[in-house]
């Protein structure tokens, strides 16, 4: 991908950047394969709103993207490149030697006309960009991404556009993977992982120059708690400029915010070798 500048015209077109789609080829998504994305504004089912700053945004199509990959052992040939508004990422549309036609999330490098493969076999597929195979079956230091979490689930993490995890160990069931926040976990050996970086790593260079671009998105302004009143945010009320008057951050229901760990107690818990950010 490639970051394309405007001339200044405005100020905002003066700061701001935009991806060129240079490598996109299909200029339309697979009818069969999209769904209308229904919005909620961030507010739950009772209409009461639990994440903030979320609402309005560009009508947008979902692209029924194939997680899981598991038609093991039959090739796919990369049809179109395209642009998927619900991520960074770019999507593939893949045609399998049986006729389907699947979205799977797009590895960098991987190219039209390419063939890739899942397998659940050692000799299954090869080791090479694109390709799918349980972590077991592949080397030490090698590259993935869209990684399974629990064994035919489905890809969850390492998802992001440019995010690559590397693959430290293989030890008894498990194997540890570092993952691209610097946390470093094990999951079991079976999991699937696609050999290869997400693609579109330039798309974090991208900058949105002005408010309007991120309102199209979906994402609505965000107002200081200092600048709020007491009834609205714990950090509000006060004459002229002052701190929050807390010995941390709150969140508007009064819970910790920035730099507290807020993760529950969860049966994987036991599972992470070393925690983002950690100091050790």
């Given at each position: 991908?490639?970051?394309?500048?405007?001339?200044?015209?405005?100020?905002?077109?003066?700061?701001?950047?935009?991806?060129?789609?240079?490598?996109?080829?299909?200029?339309?998504?697979?009818?069969?394969?999209?769904?209308?994305?229904?919005?909620?504004?961030?507010?739950?089912?009772?209409?009461?709103?639990?994440v903030r700053?979320?609402?309005?945004?560009?009508?947008?199509?979902?692209?029924?993207?194939?997680?899981k990959q598991?038609?093991?052992?039959?090739?796919?040939?990369?049809?179109?490149?395209?642009?998927?508004?619900?991520?960074?990422?770019?999507?593939?549309?893949?045609?399998?030697?049986?006729?389907?036609?699947?979205?799977?999330?797009?590895?960098?490098?991987?190219?039209?006309?390419?063939?890739?493969?899942?397998?659940?076999?050692?000799?299954?597929?090869?080791?090479?960009?694109?390709?799918?195979?349980?972590?077991?079956?592949?080397?030490?230091?090698?590259?993935?991404?869209?990684?399974?979490?629990?064994?035919?689930?489905?890809?969850?993490?390492?998802?992001?556009?440019?995010?690559?995890?590397?693959?430290?160990?293989?030890?008894?069931?498990?194997?540890?993977?570092?993952?691209?926040?610097?946390?470093?976990?094990?999951?079991?050996?079976?999991?699937?992982?696609?050999?290869?970086?997400?693609?579109?790593?330039?798309?974090?260079?991208?900058?949105?120059?002005?408010?309007?671009?991120?309102?199209?998105?979906?994402?609505?302004?965000?107002?200081?708690?200092?600048?709020?009143?007491?009834?609205?945010h714990p950090?509000?009320?006060?004459?002229?400029?002052?701190?929050?008057?807390?010995?941390?951050?709150?969140?508007?229901?009064?819970?910790?915010?920035?730099?507290?760990?807020?993760?529950?107690?969860?049966?994987?818990?036991?599972?992470?070798?070393?925690?983002?950010?950690?100091?050790?």
């Amino acid at each position: 991908m490639a970051i394309k500048r405007y001339n200044p015209t405005s100020a905002g077109r003066r700061i701001m950047s935009v991806d060129a789609h240079e490598d996109i080829t299909a200029q339309k998504p697979h009818r069969a394969l999209i769904v209308a994305r229904k919005k909620h504004g961030g507010r739950n089912n009772q209409g009461k709103i639990t994440v903030r700053h979320h609402g309005g945004g560009s009508r947008q199509f979902t692209r029924l993207i194939d997680w899981k990959q598991n038609k093991f052992g039959v090739p796919a040939t990369v049809a179109t490149i395209e642009y998927d508004p619900s991520r960074g990422a770019r999507v593939a549309l893949v045609v399998y030697k049986d006729g389907e036609k699947r979205y799977m999330l797009l590895p960098d490098g991987v190219k039209v006309g390419q063939t890739i493969m899942s397998s659940d076999k050692k000799e299954g597929a090869e080791i090479a960009v694109g390709n799918r195979l349980p972590l077991e079956f592949l080397p030490i230091g090698t590259s993935v991404c869209n990684v399974e979490m629990d064994p035919g689930k489905g890809g969850q993490i390492v998802r992001g556009a440019g995010a690559v995890a590397a693959l430290m160990a293989i030890e008894g069931v498990f194997a540890t993977v570092k993952l691209p926040s610097g946390e470093i976990r094990k999951v079991r050996k079976e999991c699937l992982a696609t050999i290869g970086q997400v693609s579109n790593p330039d798309w974090r260079l991208v900058r949105w120059g002005k408010a309007g671009r991120n309102r199209h998105r979906g994402i609505r302004p965000t107002v200081r708690g200092k600048a709020m009143n007491p009834v609205d945010h714990p950090h509000g009320g006060g004459e002229g400029r002052n701190p929050i008057g807390h010995p941390y951050p709150k969140t508007p229901t009064g819970k910790h915010a920035l730099g507290v760990a807020t993760r529950r107690q969860k049966a994987s818990s036991v599972l992470i070798i070393t925690r983002r950010n950690s100091k050790k």
